[in-house]
């Protein structure tokens, strides 16, 4: 489990003004997320300051540099890749789109950017999904509880609780459970340098 310091975009709009505060404590982690964009109907009003506080971010984050950013792109997929290829070099940041329900196009470019994915075991409950998930590229794919906002049996699931994502995978993959764990493992320790 990371601990990342964050600006969820469905708040963007009401806590923008905490922007200095971010950039205050943006040298006290290496994690950054749940930052991003969505479009969906409840949230598309804010898109300018969702733009706004995601830009800006990305930017603070270049200028700090190693920085592992956890990003939400709800129907703005391009966009956000727009955005990571003009503020976020490469070697300045490294990027996890989140539950990331792009098209395949998106997913290769956003491959290419060298961007991972986090699949958590809801998403893959979904056979667009799972349709989506089966077309990115293996190397590129680690796993999340999306917890609190995720249950299994009626409670919220535990932090690090990945166990069913992976298995799911798996499944989705047509591959072993163990031979999954350890791709995962692999692209984990890769993502983070360790």
């Not at 505060?21 to 964009?37: N, S």
């Not at 070099?89 to 290419?112: C, I, K, N, Q, Y």
């Not at 293996?138 to 995720?150: A, C, K």
Request: aromatic fraction near 6%; proline fraction near 7%.
């Amino acid at each position: 489990m990371r601990v990342g310091l964050g600006l969820h975009p469905h708040l963007a709009a009401e806590r923008k003004s905490e922007l200095p505060l971010f950039e205050a404590l943006l040298p006290e982690t290496r994690y950054v997320g749940e930052i991003g964009l969505d479009a969906g109907p409840r949230f598309f009003r804010s898109l300018p300051e969702q733009i706004e506080v995601f830009s800006r971010i990305l930017s603070m984050c270049a200028s700090a540099g190693d920085k592992i950013l956890s990003i939400h792109s709800v129907r703005t997929a391009s966009k956000v890749l727009d955005l990571i290829e003009q503020l976020l070099p490469p070697d300045r940041g490294r990027v996890v789109l989140h539950w990331f329900s792009g098209t395949r196009s998106e997913a290769r470019r956003a491959a290419d950017l060298g961007c991972y994915f986090s699949v958590n075991q809801a998403m893959l409950e979904k056979p667009k999904a799972v349709d989506l998930i089966r077309s990115m590229r293996g190397d590129r794919l680690i796993t999340e509880t999306d917890g609190p906002f995720i249950e299994e049996g009626g409670e919220p699931i535990e932090p690090g609780r990945v166990e069913p994502a992976v298995r799911k995978l798996a499944t989705s993959l047509e591959i072993p459970v163990d031979e999954m764990q350890s791709a995962v493992v692999r692209n984990f320790v890769t993502l983070v340098g360790a």
